[in-house]
């Protein structure tokens, strides 16, 4: 059955802190019209200049997705980028009045939560689905990493990590709709080792970062002083190491929620299509460098095939 273009029923926004820049920040949804896609325009700068959430504009992917167009950035979108394909938004404007989208609580959820409180309208126009006649693939065999996009009628995606530790070995998380990522995966939370964690905060990395926003996982057991700092650096007492080797600061929502999560930012990545699309999706230890590398090819095939048509 075909099914027809949406945005937002109505403006809806929402604030809280960049993760990286620490910067108090909000954002505020605006319907908008078939075919504008999605849109995000820096009200802080003289001429709000819009940015495009299309792969073409990928900046950087060190520590988050990153957009640059008509001289400004756009950072961290992809869990607002995963909330938008998995309620099946196609077009909307986002205001931002800073250069980062606010972590929340790590996860996809608050923005789900938003959309949903706004509604979702139908527009007239047919949506688009974009669609391949033959397997894309992205690899790095020397790590692990492949990413593979199969022809099929319909979307699907499953996920495999191993980050061979004891505290976080493989894990596995698929969806076959997208009510199932709005069901089971939206809530689930980006994560850090806590060696990574130190050095971020030791080098001003993570400005924005609190303990209830991340789950912290401890493969080496840390120096007593290192829980002490991280403490102080969250203002928090009592720091101590779970039995399952996370951080007391917050409890897991899913066993499989590292995994579920990287199935989330894969998904926002894929975004950047600028349109949904069908077929199969299996990745292998995925990541935002690994994600947008799959995506440039997918585009590119996509460009190609239409070049060879005309």
């Known amino acids: 059955m075909k099914k027809n273009q949406t945005t937002i029923a109505s403006e809806i926004s929402i604030s809280g802190k960049g993760l990286h ?114 397997v894309v693939k992205f690899e790095k065999p020397d790590v692990g990493i492949e990413l593979i996009l199969v022809p099929a009628e319909k979307f699907s995606m499953s996920v495999m990590v191993d980050y061979g530790t004891s505290v976080l070995a493989s894990q596995y998380a698929s969806i076959k709709k997208m009510e199932e990522f709005v069901e089971s995966i939206a809530s689930c939370r980006t994560f850090v080792f806590l060696h990574e964690l130190h050095y971020l905060i030791k080098n001003n990395l993570v400005k924005g970062g609190e303990l209830d926003n991340a789950i912290v996982f401890v493969d080496k057991k840390p120096n007593p002083d290192i829980l002490d700092e991280i403490g102080s650096f969250f203002n928090k007492k009592d720091i101590q190491i779970n039995e399952n080797g996370t951080l007391n600061n917050v409890q897991l929502r899913c066993l499989n929620e590292p995994a579920c999560h990287k199935l989330l930012d894969l998904l926002g990545d894929l975004y950047l299509l600028g349109k949904p699309i069908k077929g199969e999706i299996i990745a292998r230890k995925p990541g935002h460098f690994a994600n947008t590398e799959f995506v440039k090819l997918i585009h590119e095939y996509l460009e190609n095939r239409e070049t060879a048509k005309n």
Do not use: W
Not at 75 to 80: A, G, I, P, R, S
Not at 88 to 105: G, H, K, M, R
């Open 21 to 134: 820049t620490g910067c108090v920040v909000s954002i505020t949804l605006q319907p908008a019209p078939a075919h504008h896609g999605i849109v995000f325009q820096r009200t802080d700068v003289p001429g709000k200049p819009t940015v495009k959430a299309h792969i073409l504009n990928v900046a950087d992917t060190s520590r988050s997705t990153n957009l640059q167009e008509n001289g400004v950035n756009v950072k961290t979108v992809e869990h607002l980028l995963a909330a938008l394909a998995g309620m099946s938004i196609d077009n909307v404007l986002i205001q931002i009045n800073a250069e980062e989208v606010p972590i929340l609580d790590g996860s996809a959820a608050p923005f789900i939560a938003m959309i949903q409180n706004s509604g979702i309208k139908e527009l007239p126009e047919e949506r688009e689905y974009l669609s391949v006649d033959e």
